[in-house]
Nanobody, 122 residues
């Protein structure tokens, strides 16, 4: 079993920043990469970024490169998503997931965190 707890969401003005955290636990969590996804109201859940627990592999949805940065702290078993220059279109519930495999279309996952709301005001 793997448990993922997402946190760090909130209300921010356009142009501001937030850092989301995804704390992982369980016997096998290091067997999975961790991905961030988001779901805006009335839209499907979409891939944002992913990272492995070892090595330098990270991946991003192309349109978010340069504004969003994914990182990890292995000592804290936590993956972060730093979001800068936020826009109202970034408003969504952000979820972290334990990914099966690595690579697009990023649709294979075994576990989800509970989601954290990010609201960007104009």
């Amino acid at each position: 079993q793997v448990q993922l707890v997402a946190s760090g969401g909130g209300l921010v003005q356009a142009g501001g920043s937030l850092r989301l955290s995804c704390a992982a636990s369980g016997r096998t969590f290091r067997n999975y990469a961790v991905g961030w996804f988001r779901q805006a109201p009335g839209k499907e859940r979409v891939f944002v970024a992913a990272i492995r627990w070892s090595g330098g592999s990270a991946a991003y949805e192309d349109s978010l490169k340069g504004r969003f940065t994914i990182s990890r702290d292995n000592a804290k078993n936590t993956v972060y998503l730093q979001m800068n220059s936020l826009k109202p279109d970034d408003t969504a519930v952000y979820y972290c997931a334990a990914l099966v495999g690595w690579g697009p279309p990023w649709t294979l996952y075994d576990y989800w965190g509970q989601g954290t709301q990010v609201t960007v005001s104009s």
